[in-house]
């Protein structure tokens, strides 16, 4: 292994990033020796978004909402959260909802699309 080049001393983070955008961290990092850190104090970002829903699934929300004493806005943010979750795992045999979602689907009266498995 070659001896990495010394990482030069930065007088402002607008420095460093036009520093690293034009090259490369292994000439001067080794990352073989990099550990995994958690940062538990950090509070992740947020974006502000704007979705158009119908009247009747935002007063759906809000009435679940209301009968779990959260704001309406977290519940969407719960929901959108743990349905991202399952998305991300394998696929199962079961075309059921996951059970956080299915009381929730059922009182939605929204109907859940199964595939026709062809044999």
Do not use: C
Request: a positive charge; zero cysteines.
């Amino acid at each position: 292994m070659k001896p990495k080049k010394r990482l030069p001393k930065f007088k402002s983070e607008a420095e460093e990033r036009r520093f690293w955008a034009t090259h490369d961290s292994t000439e001067y990092l080794d990352w073989s020796q990099a550990k995994r850190v958690l940062f538990p104090n950090l509070k992740p970002s947020v974006k502000t978004i704007s979705i158009r829903l119908p009247e009747s699934l935002l007063n759906s929300l809000k009435t679940i909402a209301n009968e779990r004493d959260v704001p309406y806005q977290s519940l969407v943010k719960m929901i959108l959260a743990e349905r991202v979750k399952t998305a991300w795992r394998p696929a199962t045999t079961s075309n059921q909802p996951p059970a956080s979602l299915r009381g929730f689907l059922k009182g939605m009266r929204v109907g859940v699309i199964r595939e026709k498995r062809r044999h």
